[in-house]
C-alpha cells in the first residue's frame, strides 16, 4: 500500500471513528434512549462500523508500538538487546500490513462515505432541534 492510499485509509478511518465516538454519546443522550426508532437507527450505525473501528484502533496502537520500539533502537542497545528490538520491529511491520489490509478491505464493505453523510444529517438535525 503506497503512502498516498495509506494516508487516505487513515483520513477515512479516523473520520469513522470520530462518528463512532457520536454515536455512543448521541445513544448514551436520554432523549436519544426515549425513541425506540432513533435508537435503533443509531444502533444498527454503530454496529455497522463497530468491527471497523476497533481495527483500526489495533492498527493504531501497534503503530504507536512501532514508534516506541524503534525510538529505543537510539538509546545505545546492547547487541542482543538491538537484535531482539529489530525482531521486534520486523513482528510489528507484519503485524501492522495485517491490519492495514484488514481494516482496508473492512472499510470498502462499510461505505464510509454513506456513514458519515448520515452524521451530516444527523448533526444538522441536531443542530435545528437545539434551535
Not at 2 to 16: H, P, Q
Request: charged content about 30%; hydrophobic content about 35%; overall charge negative.
Amino acid at each position: 500500500m503506497n503512502t498516498t492510499t495509506t494516508a487516505n485509509l487513515d483520513r477515512k478511518l479516523s473520520a469513522l471513528e470520530q462518528r463512532y465516538e457520536e454515536l455512543q454519546t448521541i445513544m448514551a443522550d436520554p432523549e436519544t434512549a426515549s425513541d425506540p426508532a432513533s435508537l435503533q437507527r443509531y444502533g444498527r450505525e454503530y454496529a455497522s462500523i463497530t468491527d471497523v473501528v476497533e481495527k483500526y484502533r489495533a492498527l493504531q496502537a501497534v503503530r504507536a508500538q512501532l514508534s516506541d520500539t524503534e525510538a529505543m533502537l537510539g538509546d545505545g542497545l546492547d547487541e542482543e538487546m538491538r537484535a531482539l528490538a529489530y525482531e521486534e520491529i520486523e513482528e510489528l511491520h507484519t503485524r501492522e500490513a495485517e491490519l492495514a489490509q484488514g481494516a482496508q478491505y473492512q472499510h470498502v464493505l462499510v461505505p464510509v462515505d454513506e456513514v458519515l453523510a448520515r452524521h451530516r444529517e444527523t448533526r444538522a438535525h441536531l443542530e435545528a432541534a437545539a434551535g
